[in-house]
């Protein structure tokens, strides 16, 4: 049973650009989390998905930023228009059907840099 | 809200020392509260979980000791080896949909 894959791993982009990250859960898991690491503070949460639906998109700032999690294919959080600021890890975790009550199991991360 | 606090922020010992790092949550409500291990530049990797009715966990040479009344979690790590520096966090859901509130992390160093 493959973990929970990010990619690209890595992604540098320019300000003004758009940058798309992709999160395949693992097999079985249908809830999707997204969180963000900024250089030097902990993990905070962005949004929870679970298929064709937003459940909590609360952490997630109110511009530019975008997330879906389709009947088909990975979750994509969506940056448009990057500034310096959004450099940062992103990670997304899943988790299976019960939700509250089980291990998150954690990606790899996209490390974004925006020059 | 929920805030998750873990002291200390770092930590270095000698191989063969046993590690003790702490975690404390103010709200007691926890449905369960999990350990994670990060190594520089890498993803979390689950190292445990403890549900809100255990006391405690163990795998190997791991073992944390769940205590809601006073909001406290802690992680001992026996007989510590150099694979074993890494920065260790803890987190617990904050709310029913199961999205994790993060302390700030412990990072260990374990000197050869």
């Known amino acids: 049973n493959a973990g929970v894959m990010q990619n690209p791993r890595h992604l540098v982009r320019r300000r003004g650009q758009e940058a798309r990250l992709r999160c395949s859960p693992m097999?079985?898991?249908?809830?999707v989390y997204w969180y963000r690491q900024l250089p030097e503070e902990g993990l905070k949460f962005m949004v929870y998905?679970?298929?064709?639906?937003?459940?909590?998109e609360s952490g997630m700032p109110k511009e530019r930023f975008s997330a879906e999690f389709p009947k088909e294919g990975p979750s994509i959080l969506r940056i448009q228009q990057v500034v310096r600021g959004d450099s940062a890890a992103y990670f997304c975790?899943?988790?299976?059907?019960?939700?509250?009550?089980?291990?998150?199991?954690f990606g790899p991360g996209t490390r974004l840099t925006v020059l | 809200k929920q805030e998750v606090t873990q002291i200390p922020a770092a930590l270095s010992v000698p191989e063969g020392e046993n590690l003790v790092l702490n975690c404390s949550f103010t709200?007691?409500?926890?449905?369960?509260l999990q350990w994670f291990r990060q190594d520089p530049g890498k993803g979390l990797t689950s190292l445990l979980l403890?549900?809100?009715?255990?006391r405690e966990q163990t795998s190997g040479r791991l073992n944390a000791s769940l205590d809601k009344s006073s909001g406290r979690s802690t992680l001992y790590i026996a007989a510590s080896q150099p694979g074993d520096s890494a920065t260790y966090l803890c987190?617990?859901?904050?709310?029913?949909?199961?999205?994790?509130?993060f302390g700030a992390g412990t990072q260990v160093v374990v000197t050869p």
């Open positions: 709200d007691s409500a926890i449905y369960n």
């Open positions: 403890i549900q809100s009715s255990q």
């Open positions: 975790a899943s988790s299976p059907p019960s939700g509250r009550g089980d291990t998150q199991y």
């Open positions: 097999k079985g898991h249908s809830h």
């Open positions: 998905l679970q298929k064709e639906n937003i459940i909590d």
């Open positions: 987190a617990v859901p904050a709310d029913s949909w199961g999205k994790l509130q």
